[in-house]
């Protein structure tokens, strides 16, 4: 894996932990009942965006460090996913 591929790699997972930390803990200015006009009432009150990204961070860089190391050692390859091309190609016996 080239230092392209480690920099995409980690971008996908951070962007992945992102969208999944982000309603976490979220409080709705419905919620709250204090709606600003021309908001919705399902809109973050206090959206912690700036904490949010930290936590993505940390979260990311943990899966990356293991998603990485899977692929820099080898245990689990390309081939090893590509199940189409099992499928496609039929076994040859040396019979």
Do not use: C, N
């Amino acid at each position: 894996m080239g230092i392209t591929s480690a920099i995409v790699l980690f971008a996908v997972i951070w962007f992945m932990v992102f969208f999944i930390v982000l309603p976490l803990r979220m409080v709705t200015q419905g919620d709250e009942a204090e709606i600003v006009p021309g908001t919705h009432a399902s809109a973050p009150s206090q959206p912690m965006v700036k904490r949010k990204a930290k936590i993505t961070t940390y979260w990311a860089i943990g899966l990356w460090v293991v998603i990485a190391g899977i692929i820099f050692s080898g245990a689990i390859t390309v081939r090893d996913l590509d199940w189409f091309d099992r499928m496609a190609t039929p076994e040859v016996s040396a019979d």
